[in-house]
């Protein structure tokens, strides 16, 4: 059998698989094909990849010749014109938003794997590229606050007078959220925390942070981790409280996003504009429209003494840690669909392989894609 590793379109910088991974599946007798400096932009030459037992190819040598794909990003239509019709495509496609894409690609007959619809579960914690990518993001994010921040992050008493610690709130605490804290508190700063699920309070309160408390949140404990819809008295509720702190912040880190949904509107106008001048706000979830009213996704916008950072890949800006934990997770979860002897063995008996299946046998395969595509 052969994996194909691809070069992802720029502005990417990550790559699916480093060279330190070949070796795991050269000794399963698995043949590994990489695109011509697919690695380079996350450090890793072509020179590695063949040290480790990788060769070297085109990508349309790749497309042709590969049994299992891995792309980070979705194949363009040419790509998938010379892929081998019977190929496994692994990557991250977003199939809640893209899911006539996804229908396309069934229609086509290829077996795609999507690394974001994995459930969320013990076992899969090794695989879990989310998690892995959201643990960058929610460090970067506290990083890129502290150098644009007009103002120190710790507390600092000088000759000249005593700085206050820098007030940093954040809004979410998942993987992204909960690193945030752990590194805006390693910086001094003094640091609230919002989020709808009271589960996470005593996580939030262990890294050193202070809990923000709104009741009324409906149970969010079935939904795989990530926040739900909330009744509009909570969200009234929910929009006092964070003015109330956003008023007297320094730094905000948004990070909540719903599955398949466009982002809330924690921040809106109203609350903007009673920010301090010169305040700062890092939005996470600016792919699916941001939880501020005027974020745009890898862009910086000034509303009224505001800076607002709508970022959503500030893990490609670390692309070398990036690509290797996301490389790491890959290999674990080509452990579930690969035999001991190098051969393809796709066991949908198994929940995590049929859960992050999105397409098979001309189907969309995923219950909830195919909600969306119109197939019942």
Known sequence: MTIG???EPSPETRVSLIPEHISVLKKQNINVLAES???ANAFAPDTLYSEQGAEISSRENVLKNSDILLSIHP???????KAKKSAVILGVFNPLANFELIKKWAEQGFTTFSMDMLPRTTRAQSMDILSSQANIAGYKAVILAAMQLPKYFPMFMTAAGSIAPAKVMILGAGVAGLQAIATAKRLGAVVEVFDTRP??????????????EVEGALDASKAGGYAVDQTEEYKQKQQARIAEVA???????????????KAPILIPDSILDNMKPGSLIIDLASITGGNTTRTKDRETV???????????NLQGTMPSDASKLYGKNILNFLQLIIGKEGQLNLNFEDDLVKGTCISNNGEVCNDRVKELTGNK
């Open 199 to 212: 589960a996470v309070k005593e996580e939030v309160m262990s890294l050193g942070a202070k809990f923000i």
């Open 302 to 312: 000034v509303y009224k003494n505001v800076t607002i950072i709508g970022n959503s």
């Open 37 to 39: 400096n697919c690695g």
């Open 247 to 261: 008023s007297k912040a320094d730094v905000i880190i948004t990070t909540a996003q719903i599955p398949g949904k």
């Open 5 to 7: 590793i691809l070069l």
């Open 75 to 81: 194949l363009t239509e040419d790509d998938l014109n």
